[in-house]
């Protein structure tokens, strides 16, 4: 251990004095933060004794079941124990300069244990491998619980992993090589910047709830060096902005695109930076992109709806977008919860007999049939439901960041514990990264939509069911959409589960192109072909089969996804081309340069525009731009 970890350097009496100061420094600004936290319970009697999740319930009756069955558990203490006598032995073999091959591994992509002690240093290989096993053996004996019924069986699993993960020896200073390593050099000066790291995350977080700072958000300026894509408001009304980005090519694509975002973040995760800005990208490939960026609401908000959210978000945008270009139907692409929004739209204008108002819609990592709804199922029953409804009650909204800590636990390791170690044991500043400051950047929901959305959509699934949702008035049925449909999905997606996207795409009516995409809900989703990373799968279709089926017949190719999809688009939905369109039209002037200000907004808006006229018939397309249709579909 000495050959791998050195000594520092002796400390200077400026060193000592300059750490006593930050001691000082310190000792207050802990004391400030603690009396604001008692300050914050004393209004919020009992809020720190709640089990809104279910979690202690979930682990008493898991621990019930198991010291029912003695046998049982005795046989697996004995296989943990015969874990740990293997590696004593492999140890010694070790320590005597002999081989030995590990008794256990960390998984492929576990980064936390990259650094080189971990393997070449006798102890901390010996502490490694010991925490593994027990992470191994603990997971083992709580996920092969009999006797729990499905909910109760996901929250323990999942629960335990937290703990688990919580609990890694990377996460603490003393079990921790590199960190120890930079104790030494420093003389400890890591461990109290990584205090005061801590202590300014606790004041920028109110002091009663700790959000873990992932990048150093002061490098980043809207419209400046990310979401800086040209373009103009030309529309907005209480809940949304429509931006149209300027041209910049000479003739277009006749057909316009309209991009339907998440309000859970905001827009410009399509938007990060010009070399990976999906916007910027469709509107060099020469298409009319609109995009609608969603308000972040406030109290005064509480009560829209889902009803709202469809009629004021893509109904107007479609409106404003016939307005402006003069064409009757648009190609549109719904990512995520926007994509659920566009797949109920789909379903709205059918039913009132308007479903040529949209030539195709693609679905970004959106889900339409939630019988599979993933990790994010563990936090969705009635007995939560209950708590969060109560809670929004309060507010008249659910603050983003406490949905954004629930997205971050689903991968603890990369989104909490990395931050946990470099910023408060390394005392190491966040990196300046775009896609973590879009990450942080979340929104509030309304109480009234955002309780329809989990109740009906997650907990009762109701939106695969014919009629089981109305909206504004008029009974939906999702599986008479007949409009052609582009779905990508991403195969490591934690939020939208594949195959749970392919059960929805199964759904529908009309033709559907399923695409798979390598990485995750963000990554899979922003990959420029440019940027020459990961692949994507192309298979048959009617979607007949089951979703492993698919796999297994589908194509795989190199790269990114974009083009394959802007070749689905535009050759059969683009309708031939036009002269390039400037933002904006006598009907709907520009209003302000894009990202627009709702982008910046904390709360919604004072000033309330003139109401959105109700949606009308769509206006008859000459018989010459009626001829050939290019299809965009839209993805979650």
């Not at 970890?5 to 750490?19: N, V």
């Not at 014919?466 to 999905?489: N, Q």
Request: hydrophobic fraction near 45%; charged fraction near 20%.
């Amino acid at each position: 251990m000495a050959d791998s970890i050195p000594a520092g350097a002796a400390a200077t009496p400026a060193d000592t004095a300059e750490m006593a100061r930050q001691f000082t420094d310190l000792a207050q600004r802990s004391s400030q933060l603690v009396m604001k936290y008692f300050e914050h319970m004393s209004k919020e009697p009992g809020a720190a004794g709640m089990d809104e999740v279910g979690v202690g319930r979930a682990f008493t009756e898991a621990f019930q079941q198991i010291w029912s069955d003695p046998m049982k558990l005795m046989q697996l203490q004995m296989n943990m124990w015969g874990d740990y006598m293997n590696l004593w032995q492999s140890t010694w073999l070790k320590a005597m300069g002999m081989g030995a091959a590990p008794v256990a591994e960390a998984a492929k992509g576990d980064r936390r244990f990259k650094h080189e002690d971990w393997e070449n240093n006798l102890v901390f290989n010996y502490l490694k491998q010991s925490y593994l096993i027990a992470a191994r053996h603990t997971h083992g004996v709580m996920t092969s619980v009999e006797g729990l019924d499905e909910n109760t069986r996901r929250k323990v699993d999942f629960f335990t992993r937290q703990y688990i993960d919580a609990l890694a020896p990377t996460n603490f200073a003393m079990t921790n090589p590199e960190v120890l390593r930079a104790t030494l050099d420093t003389g400890g000066k890591n461990l109290l910047d990584g205090l005061a790291n801590l202590l300014g995350d606790l004041e920028r977080s109110g002091g009663n709830q700790l959000r873990i700072s992932m990048t150093d958000s002061t490098q980043f300026k809207l419209g400046e060096n990310i979401a800086a894509t040209p373009g103009k408001v030309v529309f907005q009304n209480t809940l949304m902005q429509l931006i149209q980005y300027t041209p910049s090519t000479a003739k277009v694509i006749k057909r316009p695109l309209l991009i339907v975002p998440p309000w859970i973040n905001k827009f410009y995760i399509l938007d990060l930076r010009e070399k990976n800005s999906f916007i910027k990208w469709a509107v060099d490939q020469g298409h009319t992109v609109f995009v609608i960026s969603w308000v972040n609401p406030d109290e005064k908000l509480a009560d829209k709806g889902f009803d709202d959210y469809l009629r004021l978000g893509p109904l107007a945008a479609l409106d404003a977008m016939r307005d402006i270009t003069g064409e009757p139907d648009a190609n549109v692409i719904g990512y995520c919860l926007g994509g659920t929004l566009m797949a109920s739209c789909l379903a709205w204008l059918k039913a009132k007999g308007q479903s040529d108002r949209v030539a195709s819609a693609t679905f970004f990592t959106a889900m339409i049939d939630f019988s599979e709804p993933g990790e994010l199922g563990v936090f969705i029953d009635e007995a939560q439901l209950d708590n969060l409804e109560r809670k929004m009650a309060r507010r008249g909204y659910l603050e983003g960041h406490e949905m954004a800590a629930t997205f971050n636990l689903m991968r603890a390791n990369d989104l909490i514990w990395s931050f946990v170690v470099n910023n408060y044991l390394m005392g190491k500043d966040p990196f300046p990264f775009d896609l973590l400051h879009w990450n942080s950047d979340s929104t509030r929901m309304p109480a009234a939509m955002h309780g329809f959305y989990l109740r009906n959509m997650y907990l009762r699934n109701l939106l695969r069911q014919p009629g089981g949702i109305t909206l504004d008035g008029v009974p939906i049925d999702v599986s008479k959409i007949d409009t052609p449909a582009y779905f990508l999905s991403t195969i490591e997606d934690h939020i939208a589960p594949w195959k749970s996207t392919f059960a929805g795409a199964g759904l529908l009516a009309g033709p559907v192109q399923f695409t798979l995409a390598g990485s995750g809900h963000i990554a899979g989703v922003i990959n420029p072909p440019a940027a020459k990373k990961y692949q994507h799968w192309t298979g048959p279709a009617p979607l007949t089969a089951g979703a492993d089926e698919w796999l297994a017949q589908a194509q795989s190719h190199e790269g990114s996804w974009w083009p394959h999809w802007h070749q689905w688009v535009s050759s059969s939905f683009g309708n031939g081309e036009v002269d390039a369109r400037a933002p904006g039209s006598a009907a709907h002037p520009v209003l302000e340069d894009a990202p627009g200000s709702y982008v910046n907004l904390v709360i919604a808006p004072a000033a309330q525009p003139a109401p959105v006229p109700a949606p009308v018939a769509p206006v008859p397309a000459p018989a010459a731009a009626a001829a050939a249709r290019a299809g965009r579909s839209a993805k979650r």
